[in-house]
T-cell receptor, first 112, second 109 residues
Framework: EAQVTQNPRYLITVTGKKLTVTCSQN?????MSWYRQDPGLGLRQIYY???????DKGDVPEGYKVSRKEKRNFPLILESPSPNQTSLYFC???????????FGSGTRLTVV | SQQGEEDPQALSIQEGENATMNCSYK?????LQWYRQNSGRGLVHLIL?????REKHSGRLRVTLDTSKKSSSLLITASRAADTASYFC?????????FGKGITLSVRP
């Protein structure tokens, strides 16, 4: 089944403790992206990648890092999480930056 | 930057009625897409319309695009209770896909 898999689904962590949210797709998509969703703000793009080793900032990149060492994986790294990064995170992939995206099921992160 | 803005913010209709949702945007786009999100879950791609297209259909969905007015509409015909969800428009431009804040659609049985 074609899908984008995110892990974990839920995570509660403490301020400053580094964490990684994994994202993997099995569709051989070149384009991958991370979004965060907050009430009243909709979805905002954090980072995106157009291919292996090619990443770029979205609209809200501060406090996040990404890497794209393999085509299928696009992990999101929070080096020092803060409470304002409490949010619902989505990874998405597409065969092209302008085609329809396939979304993962989301990761609900709480930073206390 | 938030590109698309949906209107209305919330819509409540009776099952069987048609639902019309609108999206306006500010800058030139490559395409415009509509997505559905059931509560707390991942978004599902519904339909894509390119900037050189004016209308597109997919099942009970009809989307229009007016680039001169920088606006789009999504029509869901013969709505069902299962259509209850949030709907987002997203604009493709500058190598990115930018989402609006969404419309909450409630379909009463």
């Amino acid at each position: 089944e074609a899908q984008v898999t995110q892990n974990p689904r839920y995570l509660i962590t403490v301020t400053g403790k580094k964490l990684t949210v994994t994202c993997s797709q099995n569709m051989n998509h070149e384009y991958m992206s991370w979004y965060r969703q907050d009430p009243g703000l909709g979805l905002r793009q954090i980072y995106y990648s157009m291919n292996v080793e090619v990443t770029d900032k979205g609209d809200v990149p501060e406090g996040y890092k990404v890497s794209r060492k393999e085509k299928r994986n696009f992990p999101l790294i929070l080096e020092s999480p803060s409470p304002n990064q409490t949010s619902l995170y989505f990874c998405a992939s597409s065969s092209d930056r302008y085609y329809g995206y396939t979304f993962g099921s989301g990761t609900r992160l709480t930073v206390v | 930057s938030q590109q698309g803005e949906e209107d209305p913010q919330a819509l409540s209709i009776q099952e069987g009625e048609n639902a019309t949702m609108n999206c306006s945007y500010k800058t030139s786009i490559n395409n415009l897409q509509w997505y559905r999100q059931n509560s707390g879950r991942g978004l599902v791609h519904l339909i894509l319309i390119r900037s050189n297209e004016r209308e597109k259909h997919s099942g009970r969905l009809r989307v229009t695009l007016d680039t001169s007015k920088k606006s789009s509409s999504l029509l869901i015909t013969a709505s069902r209770a299962a259509d209850t969800a949030s709907y987002f428009c997203a604009t493709g431009a500058n190598s990115k896909l930018t989402f609006g804040k969404g419309i909450t659609l409630s379909v009463r049985p």
